[in-house]
């Protein structure tokens, strides 16, 4: 089995904590996406990365901070100055630098607040 | 900045009827065009996808066609059943930032018995 895999499926943060999320792939994609996506919303992008090394801010990167240290990884931090991080958050992958290719989803983290 | 617009934003079809959903989108230059299928509590998949060089697509009971001169493009549904319940979205890759996809908001369909 393969693809794009996100841990944990929950996730709950205390306030003032930083919490990372995790995303593997091996499928070799290029690029990876993370998305967040509130109740009966669409799709909002955080982050996105090329190449290793290398990441650009989205939409809604305020609060948020990521890594692209492998190929196969990208994880997401989600740091205490996102005040309302309560949400569904989607990894997603991508061909050739991502360039006109589909993105393929991991099945996401439902991170809330205690 | 690029935008993406989808409507109806609810869809709800008798089974074995069509459905349609229509997505505008602004950058002229887009030439990448996905639709993905959101099951509740899903991660959404990758359904149907067409690029600008043609002008229509179709898998099986899925059709999806594109009109680049007036910038919108649109989902086809035929024979509907029951498992065709989800949220799509229609998205688009704009021309100034290839690697990104820009989601429409998402049309909620359900399929009356």
């Known amino acids: 089995d393969g693809g794009i895999t996100q841990s944990p499926k929950y996730l709950f943060r205390k306030e003032g904590q930083n919490v990372t999320l995790s995303c593997e792939q091996n499928?070799?994609?290029?690029?990876m996406y993370w998305y967040r996506q509130d109740p009966g919303q669409g799709l909002r992008l955080i982050y996105y990365?090329?190449?290793?090394?290398?990441?650009q801010k989205g939409d809604i990167a305020e609060g948020y901070s990521v890594s692209r240290e492998k190929k196969e990884s990208f994880p997401l931090t989600v740091t205490s100055a996102q005040k309302n991080p309560t949400a569904f958050y989607l990894c997603?992958?991508?061909?050739?630098?991502?360039?006109?290719?589909?993105?393929?989803f991991g099945d996401g983290t439902r991170l809330s607040i205690l | 900045g690029e935008n993406v617009e989808q409507h109806p934003s609810t869809l709800s079809v008798q089974e074995g009827d069509s459905a349609v959903i229509k997505c505008t989108y602004s950058d002229s230059a887009s030439n990448y065009f996905p639709w993905y299928k959101q099951e509740l509590g899903k991660r959404p998949q990758l359904i149907i996808d067409?690029?600008?060089?043609?002008g229509e697509k179709k898998d099986q009971r899925i059709a999806v066609t594109l009109n680049k001169t007036a910038k919108h493009f649109s989902l086809h549904i035929t024979e509907t059943q029951p498992e065709d319940s989800a949220v799509y979205f229609c998205a688009a890759s704009p021309y100034s930032s290839a690697s990104k996809i820009i989601f429409g908001s998402g049309t909620r369909l359900s399929i009356r018995p």
């Open positions: 499928l070799n994609h290029d690029a």
């Open positions: 990365s090329q190449i290793v090394n290398d990441f």
């Open positions: 997603a992958g991508g061909g050739l630098q991502g360039f006109n290719q589909p993105q393929h």
């Open positions: 067409i690029r600008s060089n043609v």
